[in-house]
Every structure is written in C-alpha cells, then in structure tokens.
C-alpha cells in the first residue's frame, strides 16, 4: 500500500483538493497537509520569519498557516514523521503551463518533495477563467481521474531523482479527453499590465498580474497539447543549468574579460566573414 502525502495552493478547503483526496484513496494511506488559506501564485519559499501553526481538520487532514512548501516540510517531518512514497499537489484550479511553473504554489509543493528525492507530481485543471463558471461545475475528477491513472503508470516507469511530473487536464469531462501526451515545456504570454487604485486615505496601492493572451503555439509542448484536447505530462528537473549555452562558452575557453574578450570577439568576426566571402 503506498503513502501519498497531499497538498495543494488552493487551500485546505479547496473542491479540487477533496476530489483528488477521494481517488489517491484507492492507492494506498493519504495525509493531506495544506495552506489554511489560498496561497495561489505564491511561488517556492519557505516561513522562516514567523511561527506556523498546524491545525488538525479530521483524521489525517491537516491545514498549514504556510506556503505549499512549508505544508510539504511539515508534512513530512511532523505529520508522517517518515518519507512518503509520493507527494502530490493539487489539483490546482487554473493550469500551470509553461513558464507559469516558476511562479506556481502547486508545483512548488510538488518541487520541495523533490529536493528531498521524493517522487512528486502537481496535478493542475486547465480551466478557461473567462467563462463563468461555478467551483462545483468544474471537472476535478478527470484530472483526478488522469492522476491515478499516472500514478498507476509509474511502477513501469521510473521518476528520476531530482525529477518531478508536471500533470494539465483539459476542463472536459473525462470522456471527452483525448488521451495523454508527453510534453516540453512551452511558453505563455501574459498582458503585464497593473491596477492602481487608492485607498480610502488618498494612498495607492497595486494590482500585479495582467491577462492571460495566448502561447507560443509549437509542436509538442504543454500549452499546444492541453489547447487540442489531451492531458500534457511534462518531466521537470531541479537542475535549470542551460547546458547549450554552457557548451557554446565552454567552446570560446569561457568567459574573457576586459581586452582578451575585445580581441577574441574580433578574431571571431573577421573569421566569419572570410567564411561568408567564400
């Protein structure tokens, strides 16, 4: 029987949180351990300025006056006192695609389990924010559905360390999901626009965010696969190390300051256009 330690960014009283809670259940033993309020787009960070408190909801449920880091931390080291056989995190209302994983409370989770060499998946629904939509209208149980189903999958394939499982559902009905697909990282595009507004004393204060306007629509990634209707998987790793660029300096002897980097930079160019002249 696998224990599976739950926590998500929505908050301990989250519908996508009891929806999963309900199928991990089928796997094995399940503690849920998560933020007592929304901690959404709050990124990877732990509380270390101030105490946190941990409340007991019911058995084995247990909100976390903390971040989604913080609830995976004090999941495991003072409510399981031992290493789960997975973390999970979610399902998060709104997908986490792309570069949207940097900025994530879900992945986060998930991201602090990996540094600990745990097994980790975030579980997020790709919900479209501009139709009005009530919380209970939306399709939990398929990305709940598609979690086990991954989860299930996993005893044939092997995560890495240092390696965790980026999960999106399509908002569809289950029956209505094209399948699931493995995927690379893509890229979303944000507005970056800001709200000013005054307080009731005359002083400003800010809304941050902007709209959501599209992605970077290329074969293969997140954002394309969950767009045509299919569940995206996507392997991410601590290491962000851009090994290309890594390479390319490597090859020019590194970086070179000052006049060496002038002289070979011209040495380089010159060599460039006698190759184009030929």
Known sequence: MMRILLSNDDGVHALGLRAIYQALK???KVWVVAPLEEKSTTGHSLTIHKPLRLIQMEPNFYGVSGSPADCVYLGIRQVM??????VVSGINRGANLGQDV????????????????????????????KKAQLERELHYASAAS???????????NHIPKHTLLNLNVPDRPM????????????????????????DHRGKDYFWVG?????????????????????????PLKLDSTDRECLGDWEEMGGIQFGSKAQKKSGNRSRVSKEVRRE
Do not use: H, W
């Open 81 to 86: 006192g031992e290493m789960p056989d997975m």
């Open 175 to 198: 029956s209505q999901i094209k399948g699931l697909k493995l995927a690379r990282q893509g890229f979303r595009f944000y507005s970056g626009s800001i709200l000013r507004r005054k």
């Open 26 to 28: 089928k796997l094995g």
């Open 210 to 234: 902007g709209q959501y306007q599209g992605f970077q629509n290329d074969e293969g990634t997140d954002c394309s696969i969950v767009d045509s209707g299919y569940a995206s998987l996507t």
């Open 146 to 156: 598609m979690a086990v189903k991954v989860i299930r999958s996993l005893k044939d």
């Open 102 to 129: 940097y900025y994530s409370g879900t992945v986060s989770a998930a991201r602090e389990a990996c540094i600990l060499g745990i097994p980790s998946m975030a579980v997020s629904l790709a919900v479209d924010f």
